[in-house]
C-alpha cells in the first residue's frame, strides 16, 4: 500500500470478525509505530494490549461498569462541536446499524457494544506517564495514527475508544496499571467484518480552508 491508499483504507471498524491476529502482525506493527517522533525523543506512549481471557476479563468488567448508574469520566464535549457528534451518531446509529432515533434500548445496547470492543480480539489500552504534558499526549497521537495505517497495511481493522477510558478505575483494577500512568483511550483491534454496514461507512470531513490558514504575505 501507498501512504495514500493506507491513509483512505483507514476507518474506524465497528464490528469484527472473531478471528485472531497472529502475533507476528501485530508486532510488525507495533515495531512500525515506533518511528513516530516525540519531544526530546521521550517516546511516552504506552500500550497494554490484551487478547484471549485476558481481553474477555477486561470486556465483561467494562460491560458490567457501564450498565450501572456509573458516570463515565468522560470530559463533555463543548456545545460548538456536539453536531459533529449528533451527525456522526446519525451516520453510525441510524444508517450504519438501522436503530431508529426513537429506539433508546436498541441505542443502548448498541453503545454498550463499545465496551465489547465491538467484538474486537484484542483490546488495546493507550496510557501515558501522568507527569507527562499535553505535547506528549499528542506525541502519543501521532504513534497511534502511525500504528493504525501498518494496521491497515497489514489488512486488519481498528477502532479508537475514548469511551471505555471513561471508566479507569475498572481498566486500572483489572489490567494491573498503576496509578501514576494516565489511560487515555482503547483501541479494538481485528479483521473488520466487511459485510456489516457500518463497517462500510466513511465518516465526512470539514476542508482544508476550514482548519488552515496559509499566510505567504
Ligand atoms: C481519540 C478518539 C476517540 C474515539 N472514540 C470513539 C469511541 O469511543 N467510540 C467510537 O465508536 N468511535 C470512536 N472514535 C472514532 C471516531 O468516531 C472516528 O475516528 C471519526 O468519526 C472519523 O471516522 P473514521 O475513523 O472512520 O475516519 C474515536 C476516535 C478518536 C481519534
Known sequence: ??????????HSARRFLDKPVP??????????????PSNSNIQPWRLYILSGPAADRL?????????????????????AYKHF???????????????PRDDAEGRRAAVLRNYDFFGAPMAAIVCMDSTLSRVDAMTVGMYLQ???LA???EGVGSCVEVSVAGYPGVIRKTVGIPQETDIICGIAIGY???SMKVNQLRS???SVDESTVIIEE
Open 1 to 10: 500500500m501507498t501512504l495514500d491508499e493506507a491513509t483512505l483504507a483507514r
Open 23 to 36: 502475533k507476528d502482525i501485530l508486532q510488525r506493527a507495533l515495531n512500525l509505530a515506533t518511528h513516530a
Open 59 to 79: 470486556k465483561k468488567a467494562l460491560i458490567v461498569e457501564a450498565s450501572s448508574d456509573a458516570v463515565p469520566e468522560i470530559p463533555p464535549l463543548p456545545n
Open 85 to 99: 457528534r449528533s451527525e456522526l451518531g446519525k451516520e453510525v446509529y441510524g444508517e450504519g446499524l438501522g436503530i
Open 146 to 148: 502511525t500504528l493504525l
Open 151 to 153: 494496521l491497515t497495511e
Open 192 to 194: 473488520e467484518d466487511e
Open 204 to 206: 465526512t470531513r470539514i
